[in-house]
């Protein structure tokens, strides 16, 4: 089955970096979208970053994090990043990862950014 892991999260000062890694398996990587989406509590879950199936192209990103981060995929390995730099406090929350797959959405389980001095 469609099986989505995050890792990479943690404590980082303002102006500080991180990378975010999501690990897929279950289906065929090189073929699907990959997104990644933030929530807040109390707030819904926003996109921040999705990249179409080629490693390097078709990239978009919410305007919050536009300029600072970078989504990036390894087709070979099945893993999607997040490359966030210059974070701020307000980049905090936890951060999924997500693929649609014949209509259905799959999720990982999160991983918490923290950004605060």
């Known amino acids: 089955q469609v099986h989505l892991v995050e890792s990479g999260g943690g404590l980082v000062h303002p102006g500080g970096s991180l990378r975010l890694s999501c690990t897929a398996s279950?289906?065929?990587?090189?073929?699907?979208?990959m997104s990644w989406y933030r929530q807040t509590p109390g707030k819904e879950r926003e996109l921040v970053a999705i990249?179409?199936?080629?490693?390097?192209?078709?990239?978009s990103y919410a305007d919050s994090v536009k300029g600072r981060c970078t989504i990036s995929r390894d087709n070979v390995k099945s893993v999607a990043y997040l490359q966030m730099d210059s974070l701020k406090p307000e980049d905090t929350a936890v951060y999924y990862c997500?693929?649609?797959?014949?209509?259905?959405?799959?999720w990982g389980q999160g991983t918490q950014v923290t950004v605060s001095s």
């Open positions: 990249i179409i199936n080629d490693a390097g192209g078709g990239a």
């Open positions: 997500t693929v649609r797959i014949l209509g259905n959405n799959f």
């Open positions: 279950g289906f065929t990587f090189k073929n699907y979208a």
